[in-house]
C-alpha cells in the first residue's frame, strides 16, 4: 500500500478519508440532492462523499467555495490561489497546497512563485504584490486575533482596492475551512 | 426559539448598519454573503440536528469563538446558547479551559478536538478521528463535527478581515 505523504510536494496526489465516504446506490434523497452541484462529468471525489455525510453542509459549501474562488471581477484568480497557498501552508494541508498550486502556475505561468513557497514554506521571499498577498494570508490564517493596520497598509501599498482586499479575505477564511475538513478527514497518497 | 432569517449575523456582530460603506461593499458579494449565511444555519441550526444539539453547536461554535478572542462572534453565540434548549447546562464547556464535570467521555473527546482543529488544525492525525470514534462518534457525527469547527473557523476569519476594513 502507498505510503501516505506528509512534506509539502507539488506532484499530484491522492486523498485517501478516515471515514466511509457516501455510497452513491445507498445514497438518501438529501445526499444526492447535495451531490448534484458538482462538476457532473467526471467521478465525484471520495473527499465530495465524505462531505456528504452531512449533506446540508455540503449543500451551500460547494456553491459557496466556488463563488469565492471563481466570481467575476475583484481580485485576480491568481491572487486567490496565493490565499489559498498561504492557508495551506500554515495549516500544513499539503493536498490543499498541491492541488492550487499547480492551479496557480496554470493560472499565471509563473512557476518560480510557486517554487520559492515550496523552498522557504512562510519565510518565502516574493515579489511586493505576491508577498503582501500571501503575508496576509499568513497572518489571517495564523493569528486571525490580531489582523489590522499593519496588514491593512500593506494590501494598500500594492494597490488592492476595497472589493480585492475583501475577496482575498474570503479566499483565506474558505482554506480555513477547506483545511480543517481535508487535513483532519483524510490523508495525501502518492498516485500509484 | 425563532431565528431571524433577514438579519445576517456577520453584519449584525460588526454593527455595520453603521458602515454602509463596507455593508455597500459586502453587497458586491451578494451571492456569497447569502451562502455564508446560509452555511451558518446549515451548521448551527440545521432541521436535522441529529446527535449535535442546537445547543451543543451553540457551546461549541462559542467556545472556538473564545478561542481566537473574537468578541464579537463569541458574543453572539453565547447569546445564542442562552436562548437554545438545555443551553444553560452548556454554558460551562463555553469557556475554553473547562473541561466536562463527571464522566462524559463523549463530550470530553468532542472538546479535545475542538480545540485542537481550531487552533493548531496542522497537528490533525488520524489518530485523532480514532479517538472521535472510539468515544462513539459515528463517521457522519465526525463529519458533522469537523464541518462545525471548519464552518465557525471560517466566520471568525471572515469577522476579523472586515474588522480590518472597517476600523482602517
Same mark, same amino acid.
Given at each position: 500500500m502507498a505510503q501516505p505523504v506528509h512534506e509539502f510536494t507539488i506532484e499530484p496526489l491522492d486523498w485517501k478519508p478516515y471515514v466511509k465516504p457516501v455510497d452513491v446506490n445507498t445514497a438518501t434523497p438529501d445526499q444526492l440532492d447535495a451531490l448534484k452541484?458538482?462538476? &457532473?462529468?467526471k467521478k465525484i471525489s471520495d473527499y465530495v462523499l465524505v462531505l456528504a455525510n452531512d449533506p446540508e453542509t455540503l449543500k451551500e459549501r460547494t456553491p459557496l467555495f466556488n463563488d469565492i474562488m471563481y &466570481?467575476? *471581477? *475583484?481580485?485576480?484568480r491568481g491572487g486567490r490561489e496565493i490565499g489559498a497557498l498561504a492557508a495551506s501552508f500554515v495549516n500544513r494541508c499539503i493536498y490543499c497546497a498541491s492541488v492550487h498550486a499547480a492551479r496557480y502556475i496554470q493560472l499565471e505561468k509563473r512557476p518560480e512563485v510557486v517554487d520559492e513557497i515550496y523552498g522557504s514554506g512562510l519565510d518565502a521571499n516574493l515579489p511586493d504584490f505576491e508577498q503582501a498577498l500571501f503575508n496576509f494570508g499568513v497572518d489571517l490564517t495564523a493569528h486571525p486575533d490580531n489582523v489590522g493596520a499593519y496588514q491593512f497598509y500593506h494590501l494598500r501599498e500594492i494597490g488592492l482596492d476595497d472589493l480585492q482586499i475583501l475577496d482575498l479575505i474570503h479566499a483565506v477564511a474558505i482554506f480555513g475551512w477547506a483545511n480543517r475538513l481535508m487535513h483532519t478527514l483524510g490523508e495525501p497518497h502518492r498516485l500509484d | 426559539m425563532t431565528v431571524p432569517s433577514t438579519n445576517d449575523v456577520i453584519d449584525t456582530v460588526l454593527g455595520l448598519e453603521r458602515f454602509p460603506d463596507l455593508e455597500a461593499l459586502r453587497e458586491q458579494r451578494a451571492k456569497l454573503k447569502h451562502l455564508s449565511e446560509t452555511s451558518y444555519q446549515a451548521a448551527l441550526r440545521p432541521a436535522e440536528p441529529r446527535n449535535f444539539s442546537y445547543a451543543l453547536r451553540a457551546a461549541l461554535a462559542a467556545r472556538m469563538a473564545t478561542l481566537w478572542k473574537s468578541q464579537e462572534l463569541s458574543a453572539h453565540f453565547r447569546t445564542l446558547l442562552e436562548r437554545e434548549e438545555g443551553g444553560s447546562g452548556l454554558a460551562?464547556?463555553?469557556?475554553?479551559?473547562s473541561r466536562p464535570e463527571g464522566s462524559d467521555a463523549r463530550l470530553a473527546a468532542i472538546l479535545v478536538h475542538v480545540d485542537l482543529v481550531t487552533l493548531s488544525p496542522k497537528d490533525a492525525t488520524r489518530a485523532n478521528i480514532e479517538k472521535l470514534a472510539a468515544a462513539g462518534l459515528d463517521d457522519r457525527d465526525i463529519v458533522t463535527l469537523a464541518g462545525l469547527i471548519a464552518f465557525v473557523n471560517y466566520q471568525v476569519l471572515v469577522v476579523a478581515g472586515l474588522k480590518m476594513l472597517r476600523d482602517n
Open positions: 452541484i458538482t462538476p &457532473s462529468n &466570481s467575476e *471581477g *475583484g481580485l485576480s | 460551562a464547556i463555553v469557556d475554553p479551559g
